[in-house]
């Protein structure tokens, strides 16, 4: 039978202490790993946000927006938490500030 099958023969257990670099080595790869899920996802993401919000902070009336849902208006009047925007002659909607996706510079409505 030996000659299909290896005989498994037990080993002297290793009884010398690693020390602390021994810890360190095996906690290494984790730390890696979170310091590069760090800056490729989390740094970016609260920059973004970061930025976002400075930008629904300071709209005014009379800047020219692109919805989260693609949707073209003028601010005409600002609150706390809502806008009323223009998006036709006549025709006014209210949504929430965080609703805006983007500030478009002056007379972009008029070429599109």
Sequence with gaps: MSLFIKDA???????????G????????????????????LIRPQTKRAKEHRKMVEALAVGDEIVTNGGMLGKVTKVEEQFLTVEIAQGVEIKLQRQAVGQVLPKGTMKSA
């Design 21 to 40: 670099s021994g810890l360190l080595m095996n906690l290494l790869p984790f730390i890696v790993v979170f310091v590069l899920m760090y800056f490729l």
């Design 9 to 19: 023969y037990a080993q002297a257990a290793n009884t010398a202490p690693q020390g």
